[in-house]
């Protein structure tokens, strides 16, 4: 990488955040950092902008406002809160920003940054499965650059350098199976919060743990895939491989098979991201495939993981069955996060709140998306309701 650039971390107290902000630490000559946001992490986010003397720091729960300018006193960081001020701070035009809150929470800052035409290193996968046609065409008018950081689909990306999409017989997304691939379908009622956070390979944040284990997370990247590598629907699929070592595939006409592997660290995606088309140094320990022994697959089970189907189903079904499937998602993984609901009852109330929509009408702008996720959270919660 040469020269310095000015990064943006919309997220930057999750997961991804920390990775984010670990490889920046690390290399503090390479970015300039603009804005730092939260949803309400305000000590946490103020000591990140403090440390890496960031531009503005943004807590979108406005009632954490408070507690943020007080930690920040006599910092020079701007403080600031609420959803305008996240929208605002994610069009500060960061040479790059990197979009990493969770859910559809993400979707209006994402668009914001998307707006301003620079790079946009994309983790946040809920906002482009809601917005789909609208955020691909918004990349496309403003001439930014959307760069996948879901491991898979960084994968996928770098697999795809070089070559004509037009010559993709297969694009394959590896999944790991999460912690209940082994489990009975009888056992799967009785999974705990505790049990489906508990990520076989993966340290991640609690929305995507919860989705790892239903198989949600891998129906949500079929459906990002979809949008982000225009091959066709029909030339998806997805492979179970509990080592999380092959982070995806693509298969040429001539039979050829290019895979991208790596340790399961979200170092090393982003890392391909912030760098791209360089490449930086992580300080992941190098792969040691003699150490690991044996690469496995297998094809998924959707009778007892039944959310790629509905994946595959509401990317068929098209227009804004999507983001349905993804608010209903969100409602239902955070009631089984809060003890309300079963595992099984993710998948279960996603479905049928799919099943109770009539009219998919494609959303075409910004807020016809937002007003679609807001009504399927309603319904979510009405279904929910009914059910119980
Ligand atoms: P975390 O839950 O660890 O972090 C989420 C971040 O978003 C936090 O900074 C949080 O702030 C902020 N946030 C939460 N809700 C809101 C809101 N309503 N408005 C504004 N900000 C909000 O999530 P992860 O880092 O695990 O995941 C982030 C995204 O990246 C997700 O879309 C996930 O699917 C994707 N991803 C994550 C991977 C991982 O390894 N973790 C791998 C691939 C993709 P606060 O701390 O204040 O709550």
Not at 62 to 73: C, D, G, I, S, V
Not at 141 to 156: F, K, M, Q, Y
Not at 287 to 313: C, K, N, Q, V
Not at 358 to 373: C, E, K, R, W
Request: glycine share 6%; hydrophobic share 50%.
């Amino acid at each position: 990488m040469t020269g310095q650039r000015t990064i943006s971390v919309l997220g930057a107290t999750g997961s991804i955040g920390a990775s984010t902000l670990d490889l920046v630490r690390r290399n503090p000559d390479a970015f300039r950092v603009v804005a730092l946001t939260a949803n309400a992490q305000a000590a946490e986010l103020a000591a990140l902008a403090r440390e890496f003397r960031a531009e503005v720091a943004v807590v979108a729960d406005e009632a954490r406002l408070p507690e943020l300018r007080e930690h920040l006193a006599g910092s020079g960081v701007e403080a600031a809160g609420g959803p305008t001020a996240l929208v605002e701070a994610a069009a500060r035009g960061a040479d790059i920003t990197v979009a990493a809150i969770v859910g559809c929470a993400g979707l209006a800052p994402t668009m914001a940054a998307i707006e301003q035409g620079k790079v946009i290193a994309l983790a946040n996968k809920e906002a482009l499965v809601s917005a789909g046609e609208v955020m691909t065409a918004a990349v496309a008018r403003t001439g930014a650059t959307l760069l996948p950081v879901d491991s898979e689909h960084n994968a996928i990306f770098q697999c795809l350098q070089g070559n004509d999409a037009a010559n993709v017989r297969w694009i394959t997304l590896t999944a790991s199976g999460g912690p209940f691939r082994d489990w009975p379908a009888e056992r799967l009622a009785l999974a705990t919060p505790a049990e489906a956070v508990k990520h076989p390979n993966w340290s991640m944040g609690a929305k995507i743990s919860v989705d790892s284990a239903t198989m949600m997370n891998k129906g949500l990247e079929f459906i990002e895939a979809f949008h982000l590598f225009p091959v066709g629907v029909e030339r998806l699929r997805i492979i179970v491989h509990p080592q999380s070592i092959v982070h995806s595939m693509v298969e040429y006409r001539d039979g050829s098979t290019l895979a991208q592997l790596g340790p399961s660290d979200m170092r090393v995606p982003i890392a391909s991201a912030l760098a791209w088309p360089a490449r930086m140094d992580t300080p992941c320990a190098p792969l040691d495939l003699a150490a690991i022994g044996e690469l496995t697959f297998r094809a998924p089970d959707e009778t007892r993981f039944p959310a790629t189907r509905l994946a595959r189903e509401a990317v068929t079904a098209g227009g804004s069955a999507p983001a349905v499937l993804n608010a209903a998602n969100e409602i239902a993984v955070a009631a089984f996060l809060a003890g309300q609901i079963a595992f099984t009852d993710i998948a279960e109330n996603a479905a049928r709140v799919l099943d109770s929509m009539n009219d998919f009408s494609a959303p075409g702008s910004l807020d016809d998306v937002i007003l679609v996720d807001r009504a399927a959270r309603a319904r979510t919660r009405e279904t929910m309701e009914l059910a119980h």
